[in-house]
């Protein structure tokens, strides 16, 4: 099992005899869920971001990271400048999606506060090196998804904090399509065949009011707080 704490250990433990096995260093808060990738070769990848808040208010970079998970190794570190923000948003909140089908050959991390006032970035997955880039002006917490169609094109979905929801290339990052839900976007979508779901938070001029979206088609219902 991996397990990453706010200070920034991340660990491996067996679960059998519930020792540690490995520590590394992230060198700040870690929210986001580490994501694994075993290979073909039977080499098994764990990859992982940092936020912008315990250790790195000064330096204010969130770091993007490729680890063996068998032996706790760095293969690579990547950084985007990011801000630190006292509510903890700054930085990698949303776990990274590994990329299969059409982009086996990425690793894709979303990360809130940067310069464009967030981001979604694809890595290659061997070297670390930036694909592409796509602006979240709003910002983002919520963890992307990949959809992917029977002939393996890749689509991914980003929701975003001013209530934009995305569909994008998986492989050149481009824009296909914006949905605006009318709400702060902070969980991830899920999706199955052709349907999508996904809910959003509370937005101060929309007070008492919760949205819901399924395959496109906003909903609305009026809840008492």
Known sequence: AFVADKYGALRCVDTTTMKTLWVFDTGDNTDATPALDLTADGSLSLYTGTGVFNRSRK?????????DALTGEEIWKTEIKAKYDKSERGGIKASPIVGQHQISDLVIFTVNMTEEGGAIIALNKQTGQ????????GGAISSPVAVYAQDGKARIVQGSLDGKLYLLDGLTGQALSTLDLGGAIEGSPAVYNDILVIGTASNPELAGEVFASTAGRPS???TKR
Do not use: Q, S
């Open 59 to 67: 330096a204010g970079n969130a770091v993007m990271r490729k680890i």
């Open 220 to 222: 609305k219902e009026t």
């Open 130 to 137: 930036e694909v592409w880039k796509m602006p979240l002006p």
